[in-house]
Protein backbone atom coordinates (compact mmCIF):
# COMPACT_ATOMS: atom_id res chain seq x y z
CA UNK A 1 0.00 0.00 0.00
CA UNK A 2 1.29 3.54 -0.99
CA UNK A 3 0.20 6.70 0.91
CA UNK A 4 -0.46 10.05 -0.83
CA UNK A 5 1.48 12.90 0.84
CA UNK A 6 -0.39 15.81 0.43
CA UNK A 7 0.77 19.73 -0.16
CA UNK A 8 2.48 21.43 2.72
CA UNK A 9 1.52 24.08 4.75
CA UNK A 10 3.87 26.29 7.17
CA UNK A 11 2.57 29.57 7.42
CA UNK A 12 1.24 30.77 11.12
CA UNK A 13 -1.98 31.88 12.09
CA UNK A 14 -3.71 33.12 8.83
CA UNK A 15 -6.17 35.62 9.12
CA UNK A 16 -6.41 36.42 6.08
CA UNK A 17 -7.23 33.11 5.07
CA UNK A 18 -10.07 32.61 7.96
CA UNK A 19 -10.99 36.11 6.24
CA UNK A 20 -11.23 34.37 2.61
CA UNK A 21 -12.99 31.40 4.35
CA UNK A 22 -15.83 33.35 5.60
CA UNK A 23 -16.28 35.03 2.68
CA UNK A 24 -17.13 32.29 0.83
CA UNK A 25 -19.85 31.60 3.55
CA UNK A 26 -22.30 34.27 2.38
CA UNK A 27 -25.26 32.20 3.25
CA UNK A 28 -24.38 31.89 7.06
CA UNK A 29 -23.22 35.56 7.77
CA UNK A 30 -26.72 36.75 8.98
CA UNK A 31 -26.20 33.89 11.52
CA UNK A 32 -23.06 34.68 12.50
CA UNK A 33 -24.13 38.54 12.72
CA UNK A 34 -27.16 37.44 15.26
CA UNK A 35 -24.09 35.51 17.03
CA UNK A 36 -21.90 38.26 17.08
CA UNK A 37 -24.67 40.77 18.67
CA UNK A 38 -25.89 38.53 20.98
CA UNK A 39 -22.38 38.30 22.41
CA UNK A 40 -22.26 42.10 22.56
CA UNK A 41 -25.11 42.42 25.25
CA UNK A 42 -23.80 38.94 26.64
CA UNK A 43 -20.34 40.86 27.44
CA UNK A 44 -21.48 44.20 28.79
CA UNK A 45 -23.96 42.00 31.24
CA UNK A 46 -21.30 40.53 32.61
CA UNK A 47 -19.26 43.34 32.97
CA UNK A 48 -21.92 44.61 34.79
CA UNK A 49 -22.76 41.94 37.54
CA UNK A 50 -19.48 42.51 39.37
CA UNK A 51 -20.68 46.32 39.42
CA UNK A 52 -23.57 46.08 40.98
CA UNK A 53 -22.29 43.65 43.45
CA UNK A 54 -19.98 46.02 44.80
CA UNK A 55 -23.14 48.63 45.15
CA UNK A 56 -24.64 45.79 47.16
CA UNK A 57 -21.21 46.20 49.79
CA UNK A 58 -20.85 50.21 49.41
CA UNK A 59 -25.22 50.35 50.10
CA UNK A 60 -26.86 47.96 51.65
CA UNK A 61 -24.37 45.95 53.86
CA UNK A 62 -21.58 48.70 54.82
CA UNK A 63 -24.27 51.25 56.03
CA UNK A 64 -26.72 48.25 57.22
CA UNK A 65 -29.02 49.54 54.95
CA UNK A 66 -32.14 48.14 52.63
CA UNK A 67 -33.52 51.38 51.58
CA UNK A 68 -33.89 50.44 47.59
CA UNK A 69 -32.86 46.68 47.72
CA UNK A 70 -36.75 45.77 46.20
CA UNK A 71 -35.67 48.12 42.86
CA UNK A 72 -31.99 46.40 42.81
CA UNK A 73 -33.07 42.83 43.27
CA UNK A 74 -35.63 43.93 39.95
CA UNK A 75 -33.29 45.17 38.52
CA UNK A 76 -30.35 42.28 38.71
CA UNK A 77 -33.17 39.66 38.24
CA UNK A 78 -33.94 41.33 34.66
CA UNK A 79 -30.50 41.47 34.13
CA UNK A 80 -30.61 37.68 34.30
CA UNK A 81 -33.53 37.03 32.47
CA UNK A 82 -32.20 39.18 29.63
CA UNK A 83 -29.12 36.83 30.18
CA UNK A 84 -30.49 33.89 29.95
CA UNK A 85 -32.69 34.86 26.93
CA UNK A 86 -29.78 36.31 25.11
CA UNK A 87 -27.90 32.98 25.32
CA UNK A 88 -30.53 30.86 24.72
CA UNK A 89 -30.63 32.39 21.33
CA UNK A 90 -26.70 32.80 20.47
CA UNK A 91 -27.05 29.15 20.86
CA UNK A 92 -29.78 28.17 18.45
CA UNK A 93 -28.23 31.12 15.47
CA UNK A 94 -24.62 29.49 16.32
CA UNK A 95 -25.77 26.30 16.16
CA UNK A 96 -27.77 27.34 12.94
CA UNK A 97 -24.24 29.00 11.61
CA UNK A 98 -22.54 25.50 12.29
CA UNK A 99 -24.72 23.61 10.10
CA UNK A 100 -25.45 25.60 7.38
CA UNK A 101 -21.32 26.73 7.48
CA UNK A 102 -20.31 22.19 7.18
CA UNK A 103 -23.21 22.24 4.44
CA UNK A 104 -22.13 25.51 2.13
CA UNK A 105 -18.24 24.45 2.19
CA UNK A 106 -19.33 20.50 1.29
CA UNK A 107 -21.19 22.19 -1.63
CA UNK A 108 -18.76 24.59 -3.04
CA UNK A 109 -15.86 21.81 -2.40
CA UNK A 110 -17.89 19.22 -4.23
CA UNK A 111 -19.09 21.83 -7.04
CA UNK A 112 -15.49 22.47 -7.44
CA UNK A 113 -14.45 18.88 -8.16
CA UNK A 114 -17.10 18.64 -10.66
CA UNK A 115 -14.99 21.68 -12.40
CA UNK A 116 -11.62 20.60 -11.89
CA UNK A 117 -9.60 18.72 -15.06
CA UNK A 118 -9.32 15.31 -14.88
CA UNK A 119 -5.74 15.33 -14.39
CA UNK A 120 -6.64 16.51 -10.34
CA UNK A 121 -7.86 13.29 -10.25
CA UNK A 122 -4.90 11.61 -11.63
CA UNK A 123 -2.89 12.42 -8.60
CA UNK A 124 -5.13 13.19 -5.43
CA UNK A 125 -6.04 9.97 -4.07
CA UNK A 126 -9.80 9.76 -3.14
CA UNK A 127 -9.10 9.29 0.55
CA UNK A 128 -7.48 12.78 0.56
CA UNK A 129 -10.66 13.94 -0.87
CA UNK A 130 -13.25 12.38 1.23
CA UNK A 131 -11.57 13.55 4.71
CA UNK A 132 -11.51 16.92 2.96
CA UNK A 133 -15.55 17.06 2.27
CA UNK A 134 -16.12 14.93 5.44
CA UNK A 135 -14.24 15.10 8.75
CA UNK A 136 -12.33 19.23 7.65
CA UNK A 137 -15.58 20.43 6.80
CA UNK A 138 -17.33 19.10 10.20
CA UNK A 139 -14.38 20.64 11.99
CA UNK A 140 -14.32 24.22 10.70
CA UNK A 141 -18.10 24.47 10.91
CA UNK A 142 -17.98 23.91 14.37
CA UNK A 143 -14.72 25.86 15.01
CA UNK A 144 -16.42 28.97 13.17
CA UNK A 145 -19.86 28.98 14.51
CA UNK A 146 -19.06 28.40 18.22
CA UNK A 147 -15.33 29.85 18.55
CA UNK A 148 -16.66 32.50 16.98
CA UNK A 149 -18.99 32.59 20.11
CA UNK A 150 -16.22 32.78 22.56
CA UNK A 151 -13.61 34.54 20.82
CA UNK A 152 -16.09 37.35 20.49
CA UNK A 153 -17.21 37.36 23.95
CA UNK A 154 -13.64 37.12 25.56
CA UNK A 155 -12.34 39.59 23.66
CA UNK A 156 -15.40 42.28 24.73
CA UNK A 157 -15.24 40.91 28.31
CA UNK A 158 -11.93 41.18 28.58
CA UNK A 159 -12.21 44.76 27.15
CA UNK A 160 -14.97 46.09 28.40
CA UNK A 161 -13.56 44.56 32.32
CA UNK A 162 -9.85 46.77 31.47
CA UNK A 163 -11.98 50.11 30.86
CA UNK A 164 -13.96 49.15 34.18
CA UNK A 165 -11.17 48.73 36.06
CA UNK A 166 -9.36 51.88 34.70
CA UNK A 167 -12.21 53.93 35.49
CA UNK A 168 -12.49 52.96 38.70
CA UNK A 169 -8.98 52.71 40.11
CA UNK A 170 -6.35 53.87 37.18
CA UNK A 171 -3.41 52.55 38.76
CA UNK A 172 -4.63 49.47 40.55
CA UNK A 173 -6.18 48.36 37.05
CA UNK A 174 -2.71 48.98 35.11
CA UNK A 175 -1.06 47.02 37.75
CA UNK A 176 -3.71 44.16 37.47
CA UNK A 177 -3.28 44.24 33.84
CA UNK A 178 0.39 44.28 33.44
CA UNK A 179 0.25 40.46 32.87
CA UNK A 180 -1.28 40.42 29.56
CA UNK A 181 2.13 41.27 27.82
CA UNK A 182 3.88 38.36 29.35
CA UNK A 183 0.09 36.38 28.90
CA UNK A 184 0.55 37.49 24.60
CA UNK A 185 3.99 36.33 24.32
CA UNK A 186 3.35 32.92 26.08
CA UNK A 187 0.05 32.38 23.63
CA UNK A 188 2.51 33.10 20.80
CA UNK A 189 5.31 30.30 21.57
CA UNK A 190 2.54 27.74 22.14
CA UNK A 191 -0.05 28.55 19.13
CA UNK A 192 3.07 28.62 16.55
CA UNK A 193 3.99 24.76 17.93
CA UNK A 194 0.71 23.26 18.29
CA UNK A 195 -0.67 25.08 14.53
CA UNK A 196 2.35 22.42 13.38
CA UNK A 197 1.30 20.23 15.29
CA UNK A 198 -1.99 19.76 13.76
CA UNK A 199 -1.00 20.39 10.53
CA UNK A 200 0.87 17.41 10.97
CA UNK A 201 -2.17 15.40 12.73
CA UNK A 202 -4.56 16.51 9.51
CA UNK A 203 -2.05 15.24 7.04
CA UNK A 204 -2.00 11.73 9.01
CA UNK A 205 -5.71 11.53 8.91
CA UNK A 206 -6.35 12.01 5.63
CA UNK A 207 -3.46 9.24 4.74
CA UNK A 208 -5.31 7.24 6.96
CA UNK A 209 -8.45 7.98 5.29
CA UNK A 210 -6.86 6.93 1.94
CA UNK A 211 -5.62 3.91 3.62
CA UNK A 212 -9.27 3.10 4.64
CA UNK A 213 -10.17 3.33 0.81
CA UNK A 214 -7.75 1.61 -0.25
CA UNK A 215 -8.21 -1.63 1.95
CA UNK A 216 -12.00 -1.26 1.41
CA UNK A 217 -11.77 -1.14 -2.73
CA UNK A 218 -8.56 -3.55 -2.83
CA UNK A 219 -9.51 -6.42 -0.29
CA UNK A 220 -9.93 -8.82 -2.95
CA UNK A 221 -6.29 -8.16 -3.91
CA UNK A 222 -5.24 -8.31 -0.32
CA UNK A 223 -6.92 -11.55 -0.10
CA UNK A 224 -5.44 -13.20 -2.68
CA UNK A 225 -1.90 -11.74 -2.23
CA UNK A 226 -2.07 -12.65 1.45
CA UNK A 227 -1.00 -8.98 1.76
CA UNK A 228 -3.26 -8.77 5.16
CA UNK A 229 -0.37 -8.67 8.04
CA UNK A 230 1.98 -6.06 5.75
CA UNK A 231 -0.96 -3.91 5.60
CA UNK A 232 -1.76 -3.84 8.80
CA UNK A 233 1.90 -3.06 9.31
CA UNK A 234 1.82 -0.12 7.23
CA UNK A 235 -1.74 0.69 8.81
CA UNK A 236 -0.20 1.10 12.55
CA UNK A 237 2.97 3.04 11.25
CA UNK A 238 0.57 5.35 10.42
CA UNK A 239 -1.98 5.26 13.32
CA UNK A 240 1.13 5.44 15.63
CA UNK A 241 2.05 8.40 13.90
CA UNK A 242 -1.38 9.64 14.38
CA UNK A 243 -0.77 9.18 18.06
CA UNK A 244 2.53 10.54 18.47
CA UNK A 245 1.63 14.13 16.70
CA UNK A 246 -1.99 13.76 18.66
CA UNK A 247 -0.02 13.17 22.13
CA UNK A 248 2.31 15.86 21.18
CA UNK A 249 -0.31 18.48 20.45
CA UNK A 250 -2.27 18.13 23.78
CA UNK A 251 1.11 18.04 25.36
CA UNK A 252 1.41 21.65 24.37
CA UNK A 253 -2.33 22.47 24.85
CA UNK A 254 -1.77 21.01 28.27
CA UNK A 255 1.28 23.00 29.51
CA UNK A 256 0.07 26.01 28.32
CA UNK A 257 -3.32 26.59 29.91
CA UNK A 258 -1.60 26.14 33.20
CA UNK A 259 0.53 29.10 32.49
CA UNK A 260 -2.40 31.01 31.78
CA UNK A 261 -4.15 29.88 35.11
CA UNK A 262 -1.09 30.81 36.71
CA UNK A 263 -0.75 34.30 35.12
CA UNK A 264 -4.31 34.60 36.06
CA UNK A 265 -3.50 34.03 39.86
CA UNK A 266 -0.80 36.62 40.09
CA UNK A 267 -3.07 39.15 38.37
CA UNK A 268 -5.65 38.01 41.24
CA UNK A 269 -2.74 38.64 43.96
CA UNK A 270 -1.89 41.70 42.60
CA UNK A 271 -5.57 42.89 42.86
CA UNK A 272 -5.39 41.50 46.67
CA UNK A 273 -2.52 43.16 47.52
CA UNK A 274 -2.56 47.05 46.07
CA UNK A 275 -6.72 46.89 46.33
CA UNK A 276 -6.24 45.82 50.38
CA UNK A 277 -3.95 48.28 50.96
CA UNK A 278 -5.89 51.03 49.09
CA UNK A 279 -9.07 50.22 51.44
CA UNK A 280 -7.21 50.55 54.63
CA UNK A 281 -5.33 54.29 53.05
CA UNK A 282 -9.39 54.95 52.22
CA UNK A 283 -8.41 55.68 48.53
CA UNK A 284 -10.88 52.71 47.56
CA UNK A 285 -14.28 51.25 48.76
CA UNK A 286 -14.87 47.98 49.68
CA UNK A 287 -17.62 47.43 47.17
CA UNK A 288 -14.19 48.77 44.73
CA UNK A 289 -12.09 45.70 46.48
CA UNK A 290 -14.92 43.59 45.70
CA UNK A 291 -15.47 44.21 41.91
CA UNK A 292 -11.84 44.46 41.74
CA UNK A 293 -11.57 40.83 42.76
CA UNK A 294 -14.49 39.94 40.54
CA UNK A 295 -12.68 41.05 38.15
CA UNK A 296 -9.44 39.58 38.69
CA UNK A 297 -11.50 36.55 38.79
CA UNK A 298 -13.63 36.76 35.82
CA UNK A 299 -10.96 38.57 34.00
CA UNK A 300 -8.20 35.35 32.94
CA UNK A 301 -11.66 33.28 32.42
CA UNK A 302 -12.12 34.65 28.74
CA UNK A 303 -8.57 34.57 28.51
CA UNK A 304 -8.10 31.11 29.67
CA UNK A 305 -11.20 30.00 27.29
CA UNK A 306 -9.51 32.71 24.84
CA UNK A 307 -6.49 30.15 24.90
CA UNK A 308 -8.28 27.09 23.97
CA UNK A 309 -10.12 29.16 21.47
CA UNK A 310 -7.12 29.76 19.33
CA UNK A 311 -6.09 26.36 20.28
CA UNK A 312 -8.76 25.11 18.58
CA UNK A 313 -8.56 27.55 16.04
CA UNK A 314 -4.72 26.48 15.10
CA UNK A 315 -6.66 22.90 14.88
CA UNK A 316 -8.95 24.16 12.45
CA UNK A 317 -6.47 26.55 10.50
CA UNK A 318 -4.95 22.93 9.30
CA UNK A 319 -8.56 21.99 8.08
CA UNK A 320 -9.43 25.21 6.71
CA UNK A 321 -6.20 25.20 4.77
CA UNK A 322 -6.89 21.92 2.54
CA UNK A 323 -10.51 22.99 2.84
CA UNK A 324 -9.91 26.06 0.76
CA UNK A 325 -6.61 24.73 -0.88
CA UNK A 326 -9.28 22.76 -2.76
CA UNK A 327 -12.25 25.39 -3.14
CA UNK A 328 -9.52 28.04 -4.48
CA UNK A 329 -7.96 25.10 -7.26
CA UNK A 330 -8.34 26.44 -10.88
CA UNK A 331 -8.68 23.57 -13.39
CA UNK A 332 -5.41 23.46 -15.46
CA UNK A 333 -7.91 23.06 -18.63
CA UNK A 334 -10.05 26.53 -18.93
CA UNK A 335 -12.13 27.87 -21.30
CA UNK A 336 -11.37 31.69 -22.36
CA UNK A 337 -14.05 34.18 -21.00
CA UNK A 338 -14.61 35.06 -24.99
CA UNK A 339 -15.25 31.28 -25.57
CA UNK A 340 -17.82 31.03 -22.96
CA UNK A 341 -19.39 33.90 -23.31
CA UNK A 342 -20.51 32.23 -26.60
CA UNK A 343 -20.68 28.37 -25.94
CA UNK A 344 -21.19 28.65 -22.06
CA UNK A 345 -19.34 26.73 -19.30
CA UNK A 346 -20.20 23.37 -17.42
CA UNK A 347 -23.15 24.06 -15.54
CA UNK A 348 -24.26 26.92 -18.19
CA UNK A 349 -24.34 25.36 -21.79
CA UNK A 350 -25.47 27.66 -24.77
CA UNK A 351 -26.25 24.37 -26.77
CA UNK A 352 -27.97 26.83 -29.20
CA UNK A 353 -24.34 28.46 -30.24
CA UNK A 354 -22.45 25.18 -30.57
CA UNK A 355 -21.81 23.90 -33.97
CA UNK A 356 -22.30 20.09 -35.03
CA UNK A 357 -19.35 17.70 -35.12
CA UNK A 358 -18.60 15.63 -37.78
CA UNK A 359 -16.26 13.89 -36.14
CA UNK A 360 -12.83 14.90 -38.67
CA UNK A 361 -9.67 14.78 -35.80
CA UNK A 362 -5.95 15.88 -36.86
CA UNK A 363 -3.07 16.67 -34.43
CA UNK A 364 -0.46 18.86 -36.11
CA UNK A 365 3.07 18.20 -34.44
CA UNK A 366 1.97 17.87 -30.90
CA UNK A 367 4.18 17.09 -28.59
CA UNK A 368 2.92 16.14 -24.85
CA UNK A 369 4.68 15.82 -21.49
CA UNK A 370 2.90 15.24 -17.82
CA UNK A 371 3.73 17.21 -14.54
CA UNK A 372 6.73 14.69 -13.89
CA UNK A 373 8.24 16.72 -17.11
CA UNK A 374 8.24 12.88 -18.50
CA UNK A 375 7.66 13.60 -22.50
CA UNK A 376 5.31 11.07 -23.83
CA UNK A 377 4.26 12.21 -27.49
CA UNK A 378 6.62 14.17 -29.67
CA UNK A 379 6.12 15.63 -32.92
CA UNK A 380 3.00 13.36 -32.82
CA UNK A 381 0.52 14.13 -36.50
CA UNK A 382 -2.00 12.20 -37.27
CA UNK A 383 -5.07 13.20 -39.97
CA UNK A 384 -8.49 11.34 -39.34
CA UNK A 385 -11.28 11.68 -41.57
CA UNK A 386 -14.83 11.97 -40.39
CA UNK A 387 -15.92 8.23 -39.86
CA UNK A 388 -12.81 6.61 -39.48
CA UNK A 389 -12.15 3.69 -37.07
CA UNK A 390 -8.58 4.21 -35.44
CA UNK A 391 -7.30 1.24 -33.86
CA UNK A 392 -4.18 2.05 -31.52
CA UNK A 393 -2.10 -0.83 -30.37
CA UNK A 394 1.42 -0.89 -28.76
CA UNK A 395 3.78 -2.00 -25.79
CA UNK A 396 2.56 -0.34 -21.91
CA UNK A 397 3.54 3.10 -21.83
CA UNK A 398 3.84 3.64 -25.61
CA UNK A 399 1.13 6.73 -25.36
CA UNK A 400 -1.54 5.20 -26.19
CA UNK A 401 -4.26 6.52 -23.70
CA UNK A 402 -2.22 9.61 -23.81
CA UNK A 403 -3.54 9.88 -27.48
CA UNK A 404 -6.97 9.59 -26.84
CA UNK A 405 -6.88 11.49 -23.24
CA UNK A 406 -5.60 14.64 -25.65
CA UNK A 407 -8.64 14.06 -28.27
CA UNK A 408 -11.35 14.28 -25.21
CA UNK A 409 -9.24 17.11 -23.66
CA UNK A 410 -8.58 15.81 -20.15
CA UNK A 411 -5.53 17.09 -21.23
CA UNK A 412 -4.30 19.53 -23.99
CA UNK A 413 -0.98 19.44 -26.25
CA UNK A 414 1.91 20.90 -24.73
CA UNK A 415 3.05 21.93 -27.99
CA UNK A 416 1.06 21.67 -31.54
CA UNK A 417 -2.33 21.88 -32.02
CA UNK A 418 -5.50 18.93 -32.35
CA UNK A 419 -8.11 19.99 -34.79
CA UNK A 420 -11.88 18.72 -34.56
CA UNK A 421 -13.54 19.42 -37.68
CA UNK A 422 -10.48 21.73 -39.07
CA UNK A 423 -10.55 24.00 -36.18
CA UNK A 424 -8.66 24.18 -32.74
CA UNK A 425 -10.22 22.38 -30.30
CA UNK A 426 -9.22 25.32 -27.59
CA UNK A 427 -11.15 27.15 -29.72
CA UNK A 428 -15.26 25.54 -28.59
CA UNK A 429 -15.94 24.61 -25.10
CA UNK A 430 -14.71 21.59 -22.82
CA UNK A 431 -18.29 20.75 -22.48
CA UNK A 432 -18.98 21.07 -26.46
CA UNK A 433 -16.74 18.45 -27.10
CA UNK A 434 -17.57 16.31 -24.40
CA UNK A 435 -20.87 16.41 -24.73
CA UNK A 436 -20.06 14.65 -28.26
CA UNK A 437 -17.94 11.93 -26.81
CA UNK A 438 -18.40 8.17 -26.25
CA UNK A 439 -16.24 6.88 -23.69
CA UNK A 440 -16.13 3.29 -22.60
CA UNK A 441 -13.12 1.98 -20.12
CA UNK A 442 -11.09 -0.35 -19.60
CA UNK A 443 -12.83 -1.04 -15.64
CA UNK A 444 -16.29 0.15 -16.50
CA UNK A 445 -17.43 2.23 -13.81
CA UNK A 446 -21.50 1.57 -12.69
CA UNK A 447 -23.45 4.37 -10.03
CA UNK A 448 -25.88 3.19 -7.39
CA UNK A 449 -29.22 2.93 -8.11
CA UNK A 450 -30.53 0.73 -11.40
CA UNK A 451 -29.67 -1.08 -14.17
CA UNK A 452 -32.03 1.61 -15.90
CA UNK A 453 -30.85 4.42 -14.09
CA UNK A 454 -27.42 3.65 -15.10
CA UNK A 455 -27.86 3.27 -18.72
CA UNK A 456 -30.24 6.50 -18.61
CA UNK A 457 -26.83 8.35 -18.04
CA UNK A 458 -25.99 8.34 -21.28
CA UNK A 459 -29.15 10.58 -22.29
CA UNK A 460 -31.25 11.47 -18.79
CA UNK A 461 -34.19 12.12 -21.35
CA UNK A 462 -34.59 8.89 -23.04
CA UNK A 463 -37.46 6.66 -23.19
CA UNK A 464 -38.01 3.28 -21.26
CA UNK A 465 -37.89 1.71 -24.86
CA UNK A 466 -34.83 3.55 -25.69
CA UNK A 467 -32.64 1.95 -22.97
CA UNK A 468 -33.81 -1.23 -24.01
CA UNK A 469 -33.23 -1.23 -27.75
CA UNK A 470 -29.43 -0.29 -26.72
CA UNK A 471 -29.13 -2.72 -24.39
CA UNK A 472 -30.03 -5.21 -26.73
CA UNK A 473 -27.77 -3.49 -29.58
CA UNK A 474 -24.83 -4.62 -27.49
CA UNK A 475 -25.96 -8.33 -26.12
CA UNK A 476 -26.93 -6.47 -22.38
CA UNK A 477 -30.91 -7.68 -22.81
CA UNK A 478 -30.59 -11.47 -22.37
CA UNK A 479 -28.45 -11.09 -19.01
CA UNK A 480 -30.64 -8.26 -17.84
CA UNK A 481 -34.17 -9.83 -18.20
CA UNK A 482 -32.19 -12.91 -15.88
CA UNK A 483 -32.00 -10.16 -13.23
CA UNK A 484 -34.59 -10.85 -10.44
CA UNK A 485 -36.03 -7.49 -11.21
CA UNK A 486 -34.85 -7.49 -14.95
CA UNK A 487 -33.84 -3.30 -15.66
CA UNK A 488 -35.38 -1.77 -12.12
CA UNK A 489 -32.60 -4.59 -10.70
CA UNK A 490 -29.87 -2.14 -7.96
CA UNK A 491 -26.21 -3.03 -9.14
CA UNK A 492 -24.64 -2.20 -5.90
CA UNK A 493 -22.19 0.53 -5.30
CA UNK A 494 -19.97 0.79 -8.00
CA UNK A 495 -21.82 -2.13 -9.68
CA UNK A 496 -20.26 -4.77 -7.28
CA UNK A 497 -23.78 -6.85 -7.80
CA UNK A 498 -22.95 -7.79 -11.11
CA UNK A 499 -20.01 -9.12 -12.73
CA UNK A 500 -17.34 -7.53 -14.77
CA UNK A 501 -18.32 -8.36 -18.32
CA UNK A 502 -21.86 -7.42 -17.09
CA UNK A 503 -20.81 -3.72 -15.99
CA UNK A 504 -19.21 -3.20 -19.43
CA UNK A 505 -21.99 -4.46 -21.24
CA UNK A 506 -24.15 -1.68 -19.69
CA UNK A 507 -21.23 0.79 -19.76
CA UNK A 508 -21.35 0.12 -23.37
CA UNK A 509 -25.39 0.68 -23.50
CA UNK A 510 -24.93 3.93 -21.60
CA UNK A 511 -22.33 4.86 -24.13
CA UNK A 512 -24.28 4.31 -26.92
CA UNK A 513 -27.38 5.98 -25.91
CA UNK A 514 -26.14 9.13 -26.02
CA UNK A 515 -25.49 9.00 -29.96
CA UNK A 516 -22.22 10.34 -29.73
CA UNK A 517 -20.25 10.92 -33.14
CA UNK A 518 -16.79 10.89 -31.80
CA UNK A 519 -16.23 7.35 -29.79
CA UNK A 520 -13.33 6.16 -27.45
CA UNK A 521 -12.85 2.58 -26.63
CA UNK A 522 -10.06 2.30 -24.32
CA UNK A 523 -9.18 -1.58 -23.63
CA UNK A 524 -13.06 -1.86 -22.86
CA UNK A 525 -12.92 -5.50 -24.27
CA UNK A 526 -9.38 -6.63 -22.04
CA UNK A 527 -11.26 -6.84 -18.77
CA UNK A 528 -14.24 -9.43 -20.24
CA UNK A 529 -14.19 -12.79 -21.19
CA UNK A 530 -13.80 -13.86 -24.57
CA UNK A 531 -17.24 -15.16 -24.64
CA UNK A 532 -18.44 -11.39 -23.78
CA UNK A 533 -16.16 -10.22 -26.04
CA UNK A 534 -18.04 -11.82 -28.89
CA UNK A 535 -21.12 -11.14 -28.20
CA UNK A 536 -20.40 -7.58 -28.10
CA UNK A 537 -18.00 -7.77 -30.73
CA UNK A 538 -20.51 -7.51 -33.84
CA UNK A 539 -22.24 -4.93 -31.93
CA UNK A 540 -19.20 -2.67 -31.69
CA UNK A 541 -18.94 -2.83 -35.74
CA UNK A 542 -22.74 -1.81 -36.27
CA UNK A 543 -22.27 1.13 -33.57
CA UNK A 544 -18.83 2.48 -34.52
CA UNK A 545 -20.11 2.86 -38.44
CA UNK A 546 -20.25 6.03 -39.57
CA UNK A 547 -18.59 7.42 -35.85
CA UNK A 548 -15.02 8.59 -35.57
CA UNK A 549 -13.19 5.85 -33.11
CA UNK A 550 -10.19 5.29 -31.33
CA UNK A 551 -9.76 1.76 -30.14
CA UNK A 552 -6.74 0.87 -27.50
CA UNK A 553 -6.53 -2.49 -27.99
CA UNK A 554 -4.84 -5.13 -26.11
CA UNK A 555 -6.36 -7.83 -28.08
CA UNK A 556 -5.35 -7.65 -31.49
CA UNK A 557 -8.25 -9.97 -32.95
CA UNK A 558 -10.60 -7.34 -31.53
CA UNK A 559 -9.39 -4.52 -34.22
CA UNK A 560 -8.88 -6.76 -37.63
CA UNK A 561 -11.76 -4.24 -39.02
CA UNK A 562 -10.54 -1.06 -38.00
CA UNK A 563 -9.77 1.26 -41.02
CA UNK A 564 -6.72 2.45 -39.63
CA UNK A 565 -4.36 0.46 -37.25
CA UNK A 566 -1.29 2.96 -35.73
CA UNK A 567 1.58 0.81 -33.78
CA UNK A 568 2.72 3.44 -31.35
CA UNK A 569 6.21 3.46 -29.82
CA UNK A 570 7.88 5.62 -27.79
CA UNK A 571 5.03 8.46 -28.53
CA UNK A 572 5.25 8.33 -32.58
CA UNK A 573 4.13 5.77 -34.70
CA UNK A 574 6.30 3.63 -36.13
CA UNK A 575 3.72 1.55 -38.28
CA UNK A 576 0.13 2.67 -39.84
CA UNK A 577 -2.34 0.79 -41.97
CA UNK A 578 -4.86 -1.79 -42.75
CA UNK A 579 -4.43 -5.28 -40.33
CA UNK A 580 -3.90 -6.64 -43.94
CA UNK A 581 -1.13 -4.45 -45.05
CA UNK A 582 0.71 -4.76 -41.66
CA UNK A 583 0.66 -8.43 -41.57
CA UNK A 584 2.48 -8.33 -45.43
CA UNK A 585 4.69 -5.89 -43.78
CA UNK A 586 6.19 -8.63 -40.93
CA UNK A 587 6.81 -5.55 -38.80
CA UNK A 588 6.65 -4.72 -35.59
CA UNK A 589 2.15 -5.34 -35.69
CA UNK A 590 3.35 -8.96 -37.31
CA UNK A 591 5.79 -9.87 -34.31
CA UNK A 592 3.05 -8.65 -31.80
CA UNK A 593 0.11 -10.52 -33.77
CA UNK A 594 1.79 -13.66 -33.59
CA UNK A 595 3.12 -13.51 -30.64
CA UNK A 596 -0.29 -12.66 -29.24
CA UNK A 597 -1.83 -15.59 -31.32
CA UNK A 598 0.79 -18.35 -30.42
CA UNK A 599 -0.03 -17.48 -26.76
CA UNK A 600 -3.98 -17.64 -26.87
CA UNK A 601 -3.13 -20.59 -29.11
CA UNK A 602 -1.06 -22.25 -25.74
CA UNK A 603 -3.90 -21.46 -23.66
CA UNK A 604 -6.36 -23.54 -25.86
CA UNK A 605 -4.01 -26.56 -25.43
CA UNK A 606 -3.51 -26.14 -21.69
CA UNK A 607 -7.53 -26.23 -21.55
Not at 61 to 87: C, D, E, H, R
Not at 117 to 145: Q, W
Not at 461 to 480: Q, Y
Amino acid sequence: MSFYQEQEFHKGFDFSLWRRLIGYLKSARRYLAWVVGSMVLSAGIDVVFPILNGYVIDHFVVPGSTSGMPGFIALYAGLMVLQAGNMYFHMVQAGKAEILMSSTVRTMAFDKLQRLSYNYFDHMPVGNIMARLTSDATRLGESVAWGLVDLVWGLLFMIFTMVSMLVIHFWLGLAVISVIPVLLLISSYFQRRILAGQRKVRRTNSMITSAFNEGILGAKTTKTLVREEANLGEFQQLTHRMYGASVKVAGLSALYMPLALLLGSVGTAIALHFGGTGVIAGTLTYGDLVVFMNYTTLFFEPVRELARVLADLQSSQAAAERVVSLIESEPQITDSEAIEKVYGDTFHPKRENWPEIHGEVTFEHVDFHYESGEKVLRDFSLEVPAGTSVALVGETGSGKSTIVNLVCRFYEPTKGRILIDGVDYRERSQLWLQSHLGYVLQSPHLFSGTVRDNIRYGRLDASDGEIERVAKLVNAHPFISRLEHGYDTEVGEGGSRLSTGEKQLISFARAILADPPIFVLDEATSSIDTETEMAIQHAIQEVLRGRTSFIVAHRLSTIQNADIILVIENGTIVEQGTHEALLQKKGHYYALYTQQFQLEAEKEILG
